[in-house]
């Protein structure tokens, strides 16, 4: 069920479609991806989890704008605070998917980090590899930049190879009782108007 091959592809497939069609829905419309076919409903949640995470890229990157107004600046914030709950949740439902799929021993170590986790953490490392990427290969660049960044995009790649065999091995000893993983909630508070003071204290002053 956890196809590690696969699920790189669709990163690095769902990446550059993203960036050559602006017009594909953003995260909040996850389902609209008519360039990308998951081949699993595991691998729709992961698309839907790395879209999250490139409109955050792209979020991060409009919040450090040098030109951008503070009402630029504070209308991004609050993207970027959806996004990070969008893409929480997401992960959160990988593991859900894959503890239905798993039977595992009770009695197996627990394993600190789960395996939506790792995915979220290889999903970065797609956007970070393509970026580089393009700053290895940039006409516009310097020499010794294009051949900083190759070095870099080396790196990645190395890094990104060893994760995903990192989780290929968890999920293996998962399967053969050896190891174990538990839902961990995120418990997000920042946007919980119930649990944020800045949030709940707002709402009294409102209502009065």
Same mark, same amino acid.
């Given at each position: 069920?956890?196809?590690?091959?696969?699920?790189? &592809?669709?990163?690095?497939?769902?990446? &550059?479609?993203?960036?050559?069609? #602006?017009?594909?829905?953003?995260?909040? #419309?996850?389902?609209?991806?008519?360039?990308?076919?998951?081949?699993?409903?595991?691998e729709?949640?992961?698309?839907?989890?790395?879209?999250?995470?490139?409109?955050?890229?792209?979020?991060?990157d409009?919040?450090?704008?040098? #030109?951008?107004?503070?009402?630029?600046?504070?209308?991004?914030?609050?993207?970027?605070?959806?996004?990070?709950?969008?893409?929480?949740?997401?992960?959160? #439902?990988?593991?859900?998917?894959l503890?239905?799929?798993?039977?595992?021993?009770?009695?197996?170590?627990?394993?600190?980090?789960?395996p939506?986790?790792?995915?979220?953490?290889?999903?970065? +490392?797609? +956007?970070?590899?393509?970026?580089?990427a393009?700053?290895?290969?940039?006409?516009?660049?310097?020499p010794?930049?294009?051949? /900083?960044?190759?070095? /870099?995009?080396?790196? +990645?790649?190395?890094?990104r190879?060893?994760?995903?065999?990192?989780?290929?091995?968890?999920?293996?000893?998962?399967?053969?009782?050896?190891?174990?993983?538990?839902?961990?909630?995120?418990?997000?508070?920042?946007?919980?108007?119930d +649990?944020?003071?800045?949030?709940?204290?707002?709402?009294?002053?409102?209502?009065?």
């Amino acid at each position: 069920m956890l196809n590690l091959a696969s699920l790189t &592809r669709i990163h690095d497939e769902a990446t &550059r479609t993203w960036h050559l069609d #602006q017009s594909i829905s953003p995260a909040f #419309q996850p389902s609209s991806h008519p360039a990308i076919q998951p081949a699993s409903p595991l691998e729709l949640l992961a698309v839907q989890q790395h879209r999250a995470n490139f409109d955050l890229w792209h979020q991060e990157d409009a919040a450090r704008n040098p #030109q951008a107004t503070d009402t630029a600046i504070a209308e991004v914030k609050h993207v970027i605070d959806r996004l990070n709950q969008l893409r929480n949740d997401l992960v959160e #439902q990988i593991d859900c998917v894959l503890l239905c799929e798993a039977i595992q021993s009770a009695d197996a170590p627990l394993h600190s980090e789960t395996p939506g986790l790792i995915v979220d953490r290889l999903s970065i +490392l797609a +956007l970070k590899i393509y970026h580089t990427a393009e700053e290895a290969h940039r006409d516009s660049a310097s020499p010794q930049h294009r051949a /900083r960044n190759g070095d /870099r995009l080396s790196v +990645l790649l190395e890094q990104r190879q060893d994760l995903a065999s990192c989780l290929e091995d968890l999920w293996a000893q998962v399967l053969a009782g050896k190891r174990r993983f538990k839902l961990y909630r995120q418990m997000k508070m920042y946007n919980d108007p119930d +649990l944020n003071p800045v949030l709940y204290s707002h709402s009294k002053i409102t209502a009065q």
